[in-house]
């Protein structure tokens, strides 16, 4: 049982080149979440997958695509990185939107 | 919108020490969560509340859901050197969000 797992651990991009985050979480959970994790900022919510089938915008969602592949996978993208887009990323998942939130390794991802 | 209240940022304590941290809120929460993250690695659940009032212990762990629903504590028993690392409160609101606090970083001396 691995809970939340998240590939890559690590990335470096040069401005304006593409990539997708994968996540994927065992636990059977309907819902799932993007976060980024910046210095002083906290943990910010990008997007979140409800339930299989369905996607919402968080608070930073600009700059970033999500798609709910399957009750167990939701991933990341970025069309084209920017330096701002520098962070580490978590992937969460819970049973449902009101249940506590599990939490995957993270990615730490530089744009150059 | 809404917001979660740690303070200190960071906390210095001596092994074996007791430490108590907590985290405050101008709205109402309906749950109320902590988490534990080291680092390089992703936030660790350790205690989940959800009803007011409720107190539960993990471990050397004890948290305690606020009666006005606007506050928790996270209690320490006997610290010891694992226990450094940042700790986060979190909460669902009415809108059923989770809400994180900036967290404290704590210390432990030996």
């Known amino acids: 049982n691995a809970g939340v797992t998240q590939t890559p651990k690590f990335q470096v991009l040069k401005t304006g080149q593409s990539m997708t985050l994968q996540c994927a979480q065992d636990m059977n959970h309907n819902s799932m979440y993007w976060y980024r994790q910046d210095p002083g900022m906290g943990l910010r919510l990008i997007y979140y997958s409800a339930s299989e089938g369905t996607t919402d915008k968080g608070e930073v969602p600009n700059g970033y695509n999500v798609s709910r592949l399957n009750k167990r996978e939701f991933s990341l993208r970025l069309e084209s990185a920017a330096p701002s887009q520098t962070s580490v990323y978590f992937c969460a998942s819970s049973a449902s939107p009101s249940y506590e939130q599990y939490f995957g390794p993270g990615t730490r991802l530089t744009v150059t | 919108g809404q917001q979660l209240n740690q303070s200190p940022q960071s906390m210095f304590i001596q092994e074996g020490e007791d430490v108590s941290m907590n985290c405050t809120s101008s709205s109402i929460f309906n749950t109320w969560l902590w988490y534990k993250q080291d680092p390089g690695e992703g936030p660790v659940l350790l205690i989940a509340?959800?009803?007011?009032?409720e107190l539960t212990s993990n471990g050397r762990l004890t948290a305690q859901f606020g009666i006005t629903r606007k506050d928790s504590f996270l209690n320490i028993s006997a610290s010891i050197p694992s226990d450094v690392g940042i700790y986060f409160c979190a909460g669902h609101g009415a809108n059923s969000k989770l809400t994180f606090g900036k967290g404290i970083t704590l210390s432990v001396r030996p």
């Open positions: 509340l959800y009803k007011a009032g």
